[in-house]
């Protein structure tokens, strides 16, 4: 495609005094004709001979791009220039509107002799997901400068925006400072810090308090059990984005306080040496990790939720715990990231609970209302409406310390999050739980 660049344009408008000159002076008509008609050759010519000047110019993208959510990333660029001649090109990438940039087009300039060059777009993605970039444009200057020669190039990338753990980390990073002193100091851990491995005869030089006696009446004979330093233990997310997830708080939905929580208790599970599963859910299960360890299992659980949307659907809890009743058999630390301020969905939760919390260490989190507290608790009432929405709050906060009865007698820890503080609290229960050894 050959469009008309300003060069064109204003030596048109320079040509255009001939044809008022050749209409008051009937002499000079026929120089004005020829130079006319000698312009428009020229212009013609060069746009003919030019036509063929992006022929060989290919761009390449990587396949997966990764970014971070309101964090400045770059788009690598690799440029095959098969002619090896220099030219001046004007890139441009038809970007979605969650995609931000600074620059419109990017000026590349192909050096001579080389057939392939490096560059880079600098983009600032506003919007966790997934977007595809399926083709690029790109122009150059004519031969003479007056047109532009335009051109397109097919290419796949898919640019896969995460949640950002940056101020996520620096708030979590506070918790392993010991203020007042230097260096690393090492905590007291309650418990023997081993597990039973098995049972055996036993040998002269066995500690009494070893001697399983059961084993031993049954059998006849003195039996002794044999432990084993503690293995690595498990430690599952599982995350609710049904209809309550998409509620809205600092001009964010529910769900991306989870999702930033998970990720980054995922990170210290594996920083302390324990295995980091996950499961997502809604009105069924959608997605099951079991539990590990490693950079590429981080990758997957961050693939696995960097699509997740809030879906306007029921919770199915009693699905849920039937899943993890059947997949998982060895006792697990189940951290739900959930809304439990439905007293339906609330009394749903605790009837399908009661099939795991025997088995598995459960830990209920969900976000603190902002208008649930005690009937007293807010001295600024100055209006009857103030007083009925306080009531209204107090009735939700009985509620909700209620089912956190009801729960704890169940064997299941309910708690209610600062939104402004959730990755913090939630890796300080897990590592509260990792000192009593309570698992």
């Not at 918790?175 to 002193?181: P, Q, V």
């Not at 009857?384 to 929405?389: A, G, N």
Request: hydrophobic share 40%; aromatic share 8%.
């Amino acid at each position: 495609m050959i469009v008309p660049r300003s060069r064109l344009l204003y030596w048109t408008g320079a040509l255009l005094p001939l044809s008022i000159l050749a209409a008051a002076l009937p002499n000079t008509t026929t120089i004005c004709i020829v130079i006319g008609i000698v312009a428009f050759l020229i212009a013609i010519s060069d746009a003919f001979v030019s036509r063929n000047l992006l022929n060989g110019i290919h761009f390449q993208l990587p396949e997966i791009v990764r970014l971070s959510k309101d964090r400045e990333g770059e788009l690598p660029i690799q440029i095959e220039n098969d002619g090896e001649r220099e030219k001046v090109l004007q890139l441009a990438f038809p970007f979605p509107p969650q995609i931000e940039s600074e620059q419109r087009e990017l000026r590349l300039v192909l050096p001579d002799g080389n057939r392939y060059s490096r560059s880079s777009w600098s983009i600032t993605p506003r919007h966790r997901g997934k977007v595809v970039l399926e083709r690029c444009y790109f122009e150059t200057p004519s031969r003479l400068g007056l047109w532009n020669v335009r051109s397109r190039s097919n290419i796949h990338s898919e640019l896969r925006t995460y949640p950002n753990l940056i101020e996520e980390r620096k708030k979590v990073a506070a918790l392993f400072l010991n203020r007042g002193d230097f260096g690393i100091h090492s905590h007291r851990m309650v418990g023997q810090g081993r597990e039973f491995e098995k049972l055996r005869e036993y040998i002269p030089g066995d500690d009494y308090d070893q001697v399983h006696w059961k084993a031993t009446a049954k059998r006849g004979k003195p039996i002794t059990k044999i432990y084993q330093i503690e293995r690595t233990q498990e430690v599952y997310v599982v995350i609710d984005y049904s209809r309550l997830s998409a509620k809205m708080l600092r001009d964010e939905t529910v769900l991306e306080h989870y999702l930033r929580a998970a990720l980054v208790l995922g990170l210290v599970a594996q920083k302390q040496g324990d295995l980091f599963g996950l499961i997502t859910f809604a009105d069924k299960v959608t997605r099951f990790l079991r539990a590990s360890s490693g950079k590429a299992h981080f990758h997957a659980c961050r693939d696995a939720l960097y699509m997740l949307e809030p879906q306007i659907v029921t919770p199915d809890f009693e699905e849920l715990c039937s899943l993890i009743r059947l997949r998982l058999r060895r006792r697990a630390l189940l951290v739900f990231l959930t809304d439990l301020q439905d007293p339906i969905l609330a009394e749903s939760f605790v009837h399908s609970s009661a099939l795991i919390s025997k088995q598995h260490l459960i830990l209920v989190n969900m976000v603190k209302p902002p208008a649930v507290q005690q009937l007293f608790s807010d001295s600024g009432v100055n209006a009857v409406d103030q007083l009925y929405e306080n009531l209204s709050g107090h009735l939700q906060w009985q509620n909700l310390r209620e089912l956190r009865k009801v729960l704890h007698q169940q064997g299941a820890t309910f708690y209610q999050m600062n939104d402004a503080k959730m990755s913090a609290e939630l890796v300080t229960q897990y590592l509260n739980v990792k000192q009593r050894q309570v698992l």
